[in-house]
């Protein structure tokens, strides 16, 4: 049988419910074998200031513990360089057989983008994608864009209505000095406030 895998790549910083909730989504509508959190080292395009890729990591690791479902892995953030999506997933692809099929999981509104993503022809070929979107949020345009594009990437859209919770959100909450609980694990929110995360101290 082909294994199923999903790939949720982002910097996590730090990772929410939104996060846990659409990766449990598309582990169970696409009958997944497990999906793996991919936290993000030096990110290509992000140009504020990031929380130590270590901690996005444990932050991480505490927050899927209890899924036995739910994997993370270090490989972007041992290679200490900036990696992009393509980067990841041939790696994935050598370190994996053959038969199995890799469910790379984002945000509806990044994959309209994703036809300027470095390497896209062979991004098309490697994953299937999976659009996570807000309830609400309008995908017409995405779909026009990749029906026109030279590449013909698998694109598959899921609705979470957990998604309007944002990393940025928990950030503000936590240095306006506001409860982030019920947005992020208690493992997670315990986490935060033992490392001072976010505070601007």
């Known amino acids: 049988m082909t294994q199923r895998i999903g790939i949720m790549g982002g910097t996590f910083d730090p990772i929410h419910i939104g996060h846990l909730v659409t990766a449990q989504e598309v582990y169970e509508r696409f009958d997944l074998d497990k999906v ?5 080292g030096k990110h290509p395009l992000k140009q504020r ?4 890729a270590g901690q996005r990591l444990e932050m991480v690791e505490i ?16 290679r200490k360089k900036v990696t992009y999506t393509v980067d ?3 790696h994935l692809h050598n370190v994996y057989p053959e038969d199995v099929e890799f ?15 470095k390497d896209a022809h062979e991004l098309a070929e490697m994953t299937i994608l999976v659009g996570a979107t807000r309830p609400g949020y309008t995908i017409e345009q995405a779909q026009q864009r990749h029906e026109h594009a030279e590449e013909k990437f698998d694109i598959r859209y899921l609705e979470v209505p957990a998604l ?3 990393s940025t959100d928990v950030r503000h909450r936590v240095e306006q000095g506001r ?4 947005l992020v694990t208690d493992g997670v929110a315990d986490y935060i406030r033992a490392h001072n995360l976010y505070t601007g101290k």
Request: aromatic share 16%; hydrophobic share 50%; glycine share 2%.
């Open 36 to 40: 793996i959190f991919m936290v993000a």
């Open 49 to 52: 200031h990031v929380t130590p």
């Open 63 to 78: 927050a899927i513990r209890d899924n036995p479902h739910f994997e993370a892995s270090d490989y972007e953030v041992k």
């Open 88 to 90: 990841t997933l041939r």
């Open 103 to 117: 469910y790379f999981i984002t945000g509806a509104d990044a994959l309209f983008e994703i036809i300027e993503w």
């Open 164 to 166: 309007a919770v944002s």
């Open 179 to 182: 409860d982030v609980r019920y």
